[in-house]
């Protein structure tokens, strides 16, 4: 049948007619409602995500609330975390590798399981950080984006919310909403409200079981200031927990901007005055090596009215400051050092006998703790000297092989990292008690101040001490901390092989 054509026909007709075709279903035109619905959708997923986001916070603040407010902490704290740690995963919303995060969460929880304490609610956060960071970035190329994206978000934890809220008010007609909203409410829920009220109160006149609820419901004494410092305490919580559950990848990968090379400050150094000072430092600190060689192994004397634990005591701690200034050093002069045929030897010479002072008062250290007895703050020393003689060795092992100042800070942050974390776990209170305990060289009083921890070490051996009936207390699974339920443990077991021999029981120092 040939085409026949109506000349005159409006083309709003004609474009209204497509129907009458046969094959219309195939030939209808498109019409770009759909598109602008389209353009609909991420107003709509915007919402949703708000949404889902504000219920996770509202979960995870009702359970701050039962794990923090009012209770001792303990195994809380990593109840917690992993708490934070899914309500980020389910934000997000999609499969991602979470291996890689869910160790680093692991590892940073194991210190503060062991026992609560600076150190390891530190390494609790930071751990929390870095999962958080990792699960959002995906997975990082390199170790210096997954850096970047930590540091990032612990910016973003004082700013993110109030960023947010400003953006919401920014973004939202707030006025239009609250009247359309009042209307409807008042539409839909003015006669419903009303008549439940007026039936409510027949009901009260009628039964007085029911008034009775009604009295005691309403009988309720607020305590204001408890309700402040929970408010307060909420919304302190809510602003931390943000971030964790709206930073996105943009906000955490580092900006795509060319690198900018800054010159590096002389502060007056060049390859001559280098030498120079290579030469004078080296001849300074073999004197000083020398002379402690003969007051220690030699027949060196010391002066009228100095002990033995006097002089240990007045060189630990400056010689451990040479040897950190002689690292800065060090680092400062390393630019210079291919400009002249002795330089790096002078150095590695310099940088050894830099080790060989640490390690000198390190041996300092040890006679005044011989002499006088442990302490937390000797243990911290000792520990620190053999940092300082090992980060030397890693500078001299830079120069040897000729490695950047970010490979050296990367190797420090890690020694340092391990070291404390490593720490966490040792219990340096028992150490203190046992070794002086031992070794008779501190009074029982100072012990009697050592963590409830010690306690192990101090059952039965200080007479009738008050601190002899001192061990870890812990009131319920928030507050449980494995190291006191250990020493606890191990404090009623003694106790009990004592009443079972119906003596005294001596520790052995445990």
């Given at each position: 049948m040939a085409e026949q054509v109506f000349h005159g026909v409006p083309r709003a007709l004609a474009l209204d007619g497509w129907w009458l075709n046969a094959d219309a279903q195939y030939d209808a035109p498109q019409f770009h409602g759909q598109d602008i619905d389209r353009n609909h959708l991420p107003t709509t997923s915007s919402n949703a995500t708000s949404?889902?986001?504000?219920?996770?916070?509202?979960?995870?603040?009702?359970?701050?609330?039962?794990?923090?407010?009012?209770?001792?902490?303990?195994?809380?704290?990593?109840?917690?975390?992993?708490?934070?740690?899914?309500a980020n995963l389910i934000e997000l919303g999609t499969p991602r590798r979470i291996t890689g995060p869910a160790f680093v969460l692991i590892a940073g929880t194991l210190p503060v399981i062991e026992f609560v304490q600076t150190t390891s609610v530190f390494f609790a956060c930071l751990g929390l950080i870095i999962a958080v960071a990792w699960s959002r970035l995906g997975v990082p190329d390199s170790v210096e984006k997954l850096s970047y994206a930590t540091r990032r978000l612990v910016m973003l934890i004082p700013v993110a919310a109030v960023k947010s809220g400003i953006s919401w008010f920014k973004n939202t007609p707030v006025q239009s909403d609250v009247n359309s909203l009042l209307h409807g409410f008042i539409r839909n829920w003015a006669i419903p409200l009303g008549g439940a009220l007026l039936i409510l109160s027949l009901l009260?006149?009628?039964?007085?079981?029911?008034?009775?609820?009604?009295?005691?419901?309403?009988?309720?004494?607020?305590?204001?200031?408890?309700?402040?410092?929970?408010?307060?305490?909420?919304?302190?919580?809510?602003?931390?927990?943000?971030?964790?559950?709206?930073?996105?990848?943009?906000?955490?990968?580092?900006?795509?901007?060319?690198?900018?090379?800054?010159?590096?400050?002389?502060?007056?150094?060049?390859?001559?005055?280098?030498?120079?000072?290579?030469?004078?430092?080296?001849?300074?600190?073999?004197?000083?090596?020398?002379?402690?060689?003969?007051?220690?192994?030699?027949?060196?004397?010391?002066?009228?009215?100095?002990?033995?634990?006097?002089?240990?005591?007045?060189?630990?701690?400056?010689?451990?400051?040479?040897?950190?200034?002689?690292?800065?050093?060090?680092?400062?002069?390393?630019?210079?050092?291919?400009?002249?045929?002795?330089?790096?030897?002078?150095?590695?010479?310099?940088?050894?006998?830099?080790?060989?002072?640490?390690?000198?008062?390190?041996?300092?250290?040890?006679?005044?703790?011989?002499?006088?007895?442990?302490?937390?703050?000797?243990?911290?020393?000792?520990?620190?000297?053999?940092?300082?003689?090992?980060?030397?060795?890693?500078?001299?092992?830079?120069?040897?092989?000729?490695?950047?100042?970010?490979?050296?800070?990367?190797?420090?942050?890690?020694?340092?990292?391990?070291?404390?974390?490593?720490?966490?776990?040792?219990?340096?209170a028992q150490a203190i008690?046992?070794?002086?305990?031992?070794?008779?060289?501190?009074?029982?009083?100072?012990?009697?101040?050592?963590?409830?921890?010690?306690?192990?070490?101090?059952?039965?051996?200080l007479g009738n001490l008050i601190c002899t009936e001192k061990k870890p207390e812990i009131d319920g699974w928030r507050d449980w901390g494995f190291r006191d339920w250990r020493v606890a443990r191990y404090i009623e077991s003694l106790e009990s092989q004592t009443a079972t021999q119906g003596g005294h029981h001596e520790n052995s120092g445990r």
């Amino acid at each position: 049948m040939a085409e026949q054509v109506f000349h005159g026909v409006p083309r709003a007709l004609a474009l209204d007619g497509w129907w009458l075709n046969a094959d219309a279903q195939y030939d209808a035109p498109q019409f770009h409602g759909q598109d602008i619905d389209r353009n609909h959708l991420p107003t709509t997923s915007s919402n949703a995500t708000s949404r889902k986001r504000l219920i996770l916070l509202l979960a995870l603040l009702a359970l701050a609330d039962i794990l923090f407010f009012g209770q001792a902490v303990g195994l809380s704290i990593a109840v917690f975390t992993v708490a934070v740690f899914l309500a980020n995963l389910i934000e997000l919303g999609t499969p991602r590798r979470i291996t890689g995060p869910a160790f680093v969460l692991i590892a940073g929880t194991l210190p503060v399981i062991e026992f609560v304490q600076t150190t390891s609610v530190f390494f609790a956060c930071l751990g929390l950080i870095i999962a958080v960071a990792w699960s959002r970035l995906g997975v990082p190329d390199s170790v210096e984006k997954l850096s970047y994206a930590t540091r990032r978000l612990v910016m973003l934890i004082p700013v993110a919310a109030v960023k947010s809220g400003i953006s919401w008010f920014k973004n939202t007609p707030v006025q239009s909403d609250v009247n359309s909203l009042l209307h409807g409410f008042i539409r839909n829920w003015a006669i419903p409200l009303g008549g439940a009220l007026l039936i409510l109160s027949l009901l009260i006149i009628a039964n007085p079981v029911l008034e009775q609820w009604l009295t005691d419901l309403l009988d309720v004494n607020f305590d204001v200031s408890n309700l402040v410092t929970r408010s307060f305490f909420w919304g302190g919580m809510a602003l931390v927990l943000w971030p964790f559950l709206t930073a996105s990848p943009t906000q955490l990968s580092p900006a795509k901007t060319a690198t900018q090379l800054r010159k590096t400050r002389s502060f007056g150094l060049n390859a001559r005055s280098v030498t120079n000072a290579l030469v004078l430092f080296n001849c300074l600190l073999a004197l000083q090596l020398v002379l402690d060689g003969q007051v220690f192994w030699g027949s060196g004397t010391l002066p009228a009215g100095v002990s033995y634990a006097t002089y240990a005591h007045r060189g630990a701690y400056p010689l451990l400051a040479t040897a950190l200034l002689a690292g800065g050093f060090a680092l400062a002069a390393r630019p210079f050092l291919d400009e002249g045929r002795w330089l790096k030897p002078l150095m590695l010479v310099w940088l050894g006998l830099n080790v060989m002072l640490t390690l000198s008062s390190l041996y300092r250290l040890g006679l005044y703790i011989e002499a006088y007895g442990l302490t937390y703050l000797r243990i911290r020393a000792g520990i620190w000297m053999v940092l300082v003689a090992l980060w030397l060795g890693m500078i001299a092992w830079q120069i040897l092989c000729a490695k950047g100042n970010g490979w050296l800070l990367l190797r420090s942050f890690v020694l340092g990292a391990a070291t404390v974390y490593l720490g966490c776990f040792i219990n340096f209170a028992q150490a203190i008690a046992t070794y002086n305990l031992n070794h008779q060289r501190s009074d029982g009083y100072y012990l009697c101040t050592l963590n409830p921890t010690a306690s192990g070490a101090l059952w039965g051996r200080l007479g009738n001490l008050i601190c002899t009936e001192k061990k870890p207390e812990i009131d319920g699974w928030r507050d449980w901390g494995f190291r006191d339920w250990r020493v606890a443990r191990y404090i009623e077991s003694l106790e009990s092989q004592t009443a079972t021999q119906g003596g005294h029981h001596e520790n052995s120092g445990r």
